[in-house]
């Protein structure tokens, strides 16, 4: 099991970036797959993107492709989601996520381990 905590939220106009972090403990990072997923008022949480232990791999929800980067530092536990060209509907609670097993998933009940989330919020 892998302790997660999020950092790096905030409020951005549109148009604007962010990044998120995501700092892991307690396991052994480097074999985990992990992944960012995202919840707004009202919605149903859903995948944003992931990267796979070896980073020879991610997946990215297709609204967020060419917007969004995925990447992890293995020597530093970290993983973090660079964010560009911010829309309003990019508005949500971010949560990172860990797993353990293959293949690289996109579905909630992939992933064992989550984090408590970090707020961001786009205004006009």
């Known amino acids: 099991q892998v302790q997660l905590v999020e950092s790096g939220g905030g409020l951005v106009q549109t148009g604007g970036s962010l990044r998120l972090s995501c700092s892991a403990s307690?396991?052994?990072?480097?074999?985990?797959?992990m992944a960012w997923f995202r919840q707004a008022p009202g919605k149903e949480r859903e995948f944003v993107a992931a990267i796979r232990r070896s980073v020879s791999s991610c997946e990215y929800k297709d609204s967020v492709k060419g917007r969004f980067t995925i990447s992890r530092d293995n020597a530093k536990n970290m993983i973090y989601l660079q964010m560009d060209s911010l829309k309003l509907e990019d508005t949500a609670v971010y949560y990172c996520?860990?797993?353990?097993?293959?293949?690289?998933?996109?579905?909630?009940?992939?992933?064992?381990?989550w984090g408590q989330g970090t707020q961001v919020t786009v205004s006009s």
């Open positions: 996520a860990a797993s353990p097993f293959d293949p690289l998933g996109t579905l909630l009940w992939d992933y064992s381990d």
């Open positions: 307690g396991g052994t990072f480097s074999l985990y797959n």
